[in-house]
């Protein structure tokens, strides 16, 4: 597929009145980046990003609405025609000690400097907004008609600079399904050391989007011949215990949906840890500081394990799944077990699927906080103090009521409490 030029008439309206509040004061105004590598691949572009030679502080006086959100690197997002626009002053950069941030900026230099500070050529280029110019030092454009992924200058110098940007090969390739450059693949092997001054939460943010790519069978398949998979799961590959690796199984990844990344996570695991998913998952939610809901998604998942329709005969089976799984996970549920039994089918079927929500619009108590009897009650009626046994005494209660929902009332729960005491 050939990929045109983009020209003005590709561009929204608003950015054109826009572009002319620069003109109008005599500044450039330039559309860079991933806007100008997703309108020549004819994706939707949401997210407008512009470069100009105005500094950080004459952008916030062109307009009344601004948040400085980075200005020390000259950046300020605009909110004009119900659009956040990111605005970047032209800039270069020096230094990188800790491996992210620049020790030093620079304003006041060229467009072409500014691109070539930039990660890969695909992310290079630029359309002037008020001439029509297009601007691509870096045959950007020629790359992206080569379906190739290629680093601005040295691949290892740009992977040093900042190591997240080899998880960023990673995504750029499995999203577009473009080759990695000979070079700049060498370089992801040698520089992979750059990844551990990454944060965590940078780690598992950059690994979620990846995950979220059409393939996610090709994100671990890269990440495991590049050897950056034990960076990504241990801090150092030298202490890997468990081997992360592309293989037959892990193709089957892809039988989950791209917008479920944590269930093809919780499914890489499951694949990989060898019978250890419930302890590796949490071991791997340190690593990457998962959110609570994203820690309890994995480890629901891993504790749950694969699930079939032979295994949910009656609503009671249902209910003890549901109840174990919440209410929210149903499709989860089903992804994930069809990618562990390495088949399409392997999951629940529809015609289960509809059977959970039919039973879930019961709305049958599920949790314990859906009993009719609550802790203070019971310490009132059966004369206890607190302590554990009141938990031990809900939960049985909560099996109780699995078993029949029309148990919950608060006479029949207290009568069976005082049976368990």
Do not use: W
Request: charged share 25%.
């Amino acid at each position: 597929m050939m990929h045109r030029k983009p020209t003005l008439s590709t561009v929204p309206d608003f950015l054109h009145s826009f572009a002319k509040r620069f003109a109008a004061h005599g500044y450039r105004c330039l559309l860079v980046g991933g806007s100008i590598r997703d309108a020549v691949l004819g994706f939707d572009v949401q997210d407008f990003d512009i470069a100009t030679d105005a500094h950080p502080t004459d952008v916030q006086g062109l307009f009344r609405k601004t948040i400085p959100t980075g200005l020390q690197h000259g950046t300020v997002t605009v909110l004009y025609a119900g659009h956040q626009i990111e605005v970047t002053t032209f800039r270069a950069e020096a230094g990188y000690s800790d491996g992210r941030h620049p020790d030093a900026v620079e304003f006041g230099v060229s467009l072409e400097d500014d691109l070539a500070r930039r990660d890969f050529t695909i992310n290079a280029m630029a359309l002037d907004l008020h001439t029509g110019a297009f601007i691509d030092p870096f045959n950007g454009l020629e790359d992206l008609q080569k379906r190739l992924l290629r680093t601005v200058g040295s691949p290892s110098e740009r992977f040093r600079e900042d190591g997240l940007r080899l998880l960023r090969a990673v995504r750029f390739s499995a999203r577009l399904d473009f080759r990695i450059d000979e070079e700049t693949r060498q370089a992801m092997q040698t520089a992979r050391d750059a990844l551990r001054g990454v944060s965590a939460e940078r780690v598992r943010d950059e690994l979620l989007k990846s995950l979220s790519a059409r393939s996610a069978a090709q994100v671990v398949s890269i990440l495991d011949e590049t050897g950056l998979i034990g960076h990504v799961f241990y801090e150092d590959d030298s202490a890997q215990t468990i081997r992360y690796a592309a293989s037959e199984r892990t193709r089957h990844l892809d039988l989950i949906p791209p917008d479920l990344p944590l269930v093809r996570l919780a499914a890489l695991i499951a694949l990989c840890s060898e019978g250890r998913g419930v302890s590796e998952a949490a071991r791997i939610a340190d690593r990457l500081k998962l959110s609570n809901h994203d820690r309890g998604v994995l480890t629901t998942l891993l504790e749950t394990g694969p699930v079939s329709d032979s295994q949910l005969q009656t609503n009671r089976d249902i209910r003890l799944l549901l109840s174990r799984c919440g209410p929210g996970m149903v499709q989860e549920i089903s992804c994930f077990s069809a990618a562990i039994r390495a088949d399409a089918s392997g999951g629940l079927s529809e015609r289960m699927e509809r059977r959970l929500r039919e039973v879930l619009a019961e709305r049958p108590p599920l949790t314990v906080r859906e009993l009719a009897v609550d802790g203070r009650a019971l310490m009132h009626e059966l004369n206890l103090s607190p302590g554990p046994v009141v938990g031990v005494i809900l939960k049985e209660l909560l099996a109780f009521v699995i078993d029949d929902p029309n148990r919950n009332s608060y006479e029949q729960l207290v009568d069976k409490a005082r049976t368990i005491v």
